[in-house]
């Protein structure tokens, strides 16, 4: 069998993840490969690790991405610091909450659970009143949450958290590059992102960082893998009095080795998706985050009111509305695959259904890094008006694209 030469088609990617990457990042990609520890290479990592501490907006020394998609990060950190038996308290107020539950359970963690309905966000004192009543070790969170389209507000929950002594672990793989997420001033002690949303880079890796708090229960059960370990590095092992971390690739303690001065061996590097992500923090950087942050505001404002002129409603509570992702109520005797697969085979636009109670019930339109352009917010509302219009759907018709045009125009 004979195969022909990759081709895929071209897409107006609008969905809350993966987005259309930064071209600029495409052509990084393609830059020559080098040995991990070649000194191109490991100055290419310091520079990764500077400009990733400024979109986190923080001086944690420790600020680097994990090999493999979002939840590598998260996995990479909560295991690192759950020992069986800890008390962690997560709320939930989405598919991904669940996902935080999950991994804190697999690793032995005691968890203690929060819910709200899908479709708002807790009252930070609430969860506040939370962590007094469980004196949980660790408190684990989603700050954008794209299965229903909200983020949490965080400031006061990372400053009770710090009160109480409590590490504060979030989950903004959603949010950075799109929204603030000021790790130092919210007083979050570990913080996980992800490439493919805001920041405009292939899915393949998780950017983290976290404080000197969560480093020295890190360190507390650090192990060296035996085959590079030194005497030094097995004595201190036999002097530890917490469990080894039982992962080995999501081990930081060993990646804190490979990215710190000592560079000892843990993985051959992801190498060209590290030249992807420099390119996309060197992006974020060059447009400045307080003008990417209001990049996003502005599309966003274009879209929902383009979407409300055309007679649609959107989801969730507005006051907690996620800044990148837009979810909208599917119409009454609408069915919704039928239209997002005719955005796709007609019009080449992928927008996203959604999951659990919410699953055929909206659709989630992202605005997100590079798709979050202005051509773009235009095209989806057009071709969105016109593949409603012939499922028989009752719009306003016209209206989408004029409302939308006087948020760019007034602008």
């Known amino acids: 069998m004979s195969y022909k030469e990759l081709n895929t088609p071209l897409r107006t990617i609008m969905t809350a993840g993966p987005v259309e990457v930064d071209p600029r990042v495409l052509r990084a990609m393609s830059t020559p490969i080098v040995g991990q520890f070649d000194p191109a290479f490991t100055t290419i990592m310091n520079e990764v690790m500077e400009m990733l501490r400024e979109v986190f907006q923080t001086k944690n020394q420790w600020a680097f991405p994990v090999d493999g998609t979002s939840r590598s990060g998260i996995e990479a950190l909560l295991c690192s610091i759950i020992e069986p038996g800890d008390k962690v308290l997560v709320p939930i107020f989405g598919r991904f909450g669940h996902l935080l539950t999950e991994i804190c359970e697999r690793y032995g963690a005691e968890v203690h659970i929060m819910e709200t309905t899908w479709g708002e966000v807790f009252d930070q004192n609430d969860v506040i009143d939370e962590i007094k009543r469980v004196k949980p070790k660790i408190t684990a969170i989603v ?6 389209g909200c983020m949490q507000p965080l400031d006061q929950i990372g400053k009770a958290c710090r ?20 790790v130092d001033e919210w007083y979050i002690d570990g913080l996980v992102g992800g490439t493919q949303k805001c920041l405009s880079v292939p899915s393949g890796m998780s950017p983290i960082t976290y404080n000197h708090r969560l480093e020295k229960l890190i360190n507390a059960r650090k192990k060296v893998e035996r085959g590079i370990s ?14 080894t971390i039982k992962s080995n690739y999501f081990d930081i303690s060993m990646l804190q080795d490979y990215w710190g001065p000592r560079r000892l061996n843990h993985h051959t590097e992801a190498t060209s998706m590290l030249y992807a992500l420099r390119e996309g923090l060197r992006i974020v950087l ?49 069915d919704p695959e039928p239209v997002r697969s005719m955005l796709l085979s007609q019009f080449g636009i992928e927008i996203a259904s959604s999951f659990g109670p919410l699953h055929g019930k909206i659709w989630r339109i992202g605005s997100m890094g590079y798709s979050c352009r202005k051509e773009n917010i235009l ?33």
């Open 143 to 148: 700050h954008g949450e794209t299965s229903t």
């Open 163 to 182: 009160e109480e002594d409590v590490f504060l672990v979030v989950d903004a793989v959603a949010s950075i590059g799109g929204t603030p997420v000021k």
């Open 230 to 243: 030194t005497e030094a590095d097995r004595k201190n092992e036999e002097a530890m009095s917490h469990p």
């Open 286 to 334: 060059e447009e400045g985050l307080e003008e990417r942050f209001a990049r996003h505001k502005l599309n966003e404002h274009a879209l929902i009111s383009g979407l409300e002129a055309m007679g649609l409603e959107l989801y969730g509570n507005r006051q907690c509305k996620l800044p990148t992702v837009t979810c909208v109520t599917v119409p009454e005797g609408i």
């Open 379 to 411: 095209f989806v509302l057009g071709a969105l008006e016109a593949v409603l219009t012939r499922h028989g759907a009752k719009l306003h018709t016209g209206k989408a694209l004029q409302a939308a045009l006087d948020v760019y125009i007034s602008d």
